[in-house]
């Protein structure tokens, strides 16, 4: 990603790498610093590889290691200054590489798990995000859009309101009544954000009708929490991502329901069930699951049956998801009960090849784009040629995926998560695969028959 030199403040720089790296580490990061030995197992299982060897883990982590080494080892203030192994600040062309190298992990954590070490490299990437947030570096429109939810001021944009507004009338008339909206005491609260909303409105609907069919105590929210709570954690704003966490718990805590159910399964749900209550120091009185995994516990408790389907489907499991939130059973149970023609991916599980969470980006460059235009957002010509950019490793991924869907015969990929639907899309409508990808809700909410009690 190309940054003019006038652009960038280099003082500024300096202060942002100075005060993340003496503020972030911690023992587990630490770890991550001092015990790689470089024998780049990582690289076969990130999903940017395939664009570039450059983009290998442990190479986009060595940045973050070079500014390490110089700030707390004895040889990196030594031997490394003088190797190369260890850096003060970064020249402009290195932060150039520093930016380009951030954007290019999604933090999968596919490179953790086959790790010999248990190496996180995402983790000391994220470092480097923080860094390049902090000095202004990256794409501003994802810089806008982050500050719109936490400021607060999402709630202003008639494109928001309207989009919201919409979905809950939707809801009215698919349930055939008043929707429940902020009901304390609810067993479920129903959480959506307006980035699903915008994504998949109709998913949202048929969770809705799923709920009022099993006759639950449930409610949604009569306004969103944000565009996709807490985006900051995803563009490097960690400050920006606090205060929308505290205002996330603090409508959870009022709401005080036993389940918070998301049907988002990308970065959301680690979010929002661990690093929230971990960052705030708190812990919480209520569950935070995804929707799979309360389907799979009322039908497992024979609340509903589940009429299937005479064909191929599959489980594309979301990084977020499963790596890191570790749901793999629960949308297995109910894959299962839809297709006695069930078929695992040859990756799947803690394997599963990521689908390059849009390539880089907060999802598809053209879902950006639109957004964008509907905020009033001007994408300048850094972030169109950023955009672009995010393409290239979304296409060089989607092979590898869509090699796996074509050699299974899937005629249904379906998964749990809005970004991984748009990624695989995209790269399903590239290669011109024979399959359909789709938000598991989608197919199950038609197959559900309450059972008689």
Not at 34 to 39: H, R, Y
Not at 59 to 72: G, I, M, P, S
Not at 279 to 292: A, G, M
Not at 414 to 435: K, M, R, W
Request: net charge neutral; with cysteine; proline share 4%.
């Amino acid at each position: 990603m190309a940054i003019a030199e006038a652009k960038v403040d280099m003082e500024a720089l300096n202060k942002a790498i100075d005060e993340v790296f003496y503020s972030q580490l911690d023992s587990t990061l630490l770890y991550y610093f001092q015990a790689c030995v470089n024998c780049k197992a990582c690289e076969a299982a990130c999903p940017f590889t395939p664009t570039s060897l450059h983009y290998s883990p442990v190479n986009k982590a060595e940045v973050a290691r070079q500014l390490y080494r110089y700030r707390f080892t004895v040889w990196g203030r030594t031997v490394g200054r003088v190797i190369g192994g260890s850096k003060k600040y970064l020249s402009l062309e290195e932060a150039e590489t520093m930016v380009d190298y951030a954007w290019h992990c999604v933090n999968c954590g596919s490179c953790a798990f086959v790790c010999p070490m248990a190496i996180d490299s995402g983790a000391m990437i994220d470092l480097l995000k923080q860094v390049a947030f902090k000095a202004g570096m990256g794409p501003k429109v994802y810089r806008d859009i982050a500050e719109l939810e936490a400021s607060g001021k999402y709630l202003e944009i008639d494109f928001f309101k309207n989009s919201w507004n919409s979905l809950i009338s939707k809801i009215k008339d698919a349930i055939g009544k008043e929707v429940p909206l902020d009901k304390k005491g609810s067993e479920v609260l129903f959480y959506a954000s307006i980035y699903e909303a915008l994504a998949y409105p109709d998913v949202l609907v048929k969770v809705a009708k799923i709920l009022d069919m099993l006759n639950k105590d449930w409610t949604f929210m009569s306004k969103p929490l944000g565009i996709r709570p807490p985006i900051g954690l995803v563009i490097g704003d960690k400050d920006g991502a606090v205060k929308v966490m505290q205002r996330v718990y603090s409508y959870f805590t009022d709401i005080s329901p036993k389940y918070v159910m998301l049907t988002a399964g990308g970065f959301e749900y680690p979010a929002l069930r661990y690093t929230m209550h971990e960052t705030l120091k708190v812990e919480p009185k209520y569950e935070v699951v995804h929707v799979t995994e309360l389907l799979a516990k009322w039908y497992e408790n024979k609340e509903f049956e589940i009429e299937p389907l005479d064909e191929i489907i599959t489980w594309h499991d979301p990084c977020q998801l499963g790596k890191r939130g570790g749901v793999f059973e629960a949308p297995r149970i109910l894959m299962k009960a839809l297709s006695k023609k069930f078929k695992e991916l040859p990756s799947h599980g803690v394997n599963s090849f990521c689908c390059s969470g849009g390539g880089g980006g907060c999802g598809l460059p053209s879902m950006v784009n639109n957004m964008a235009k509907a905020l009033g957002i001007a994408i300048s010509d850094d972030d169109k040629k950023f955009l672009d950019k995010t393409s290239e490793p979304l296409i060089k991924a989607g092979k590898i995926k869509v090699g796996e869907i074509n050699k299974i015969k899937a005629k249904e990929v379906l998964t749990g998560c809005p970004v991984c639907i748009e990624s695989i899309n995209f790269q399903i409508d590239y290669y011109h695969a024979n399959s359909k990808v789709n938000h598991i809700v989608d197919i199950l909410a038609d197959r559900i028959k309450v059972s008689k009690k």
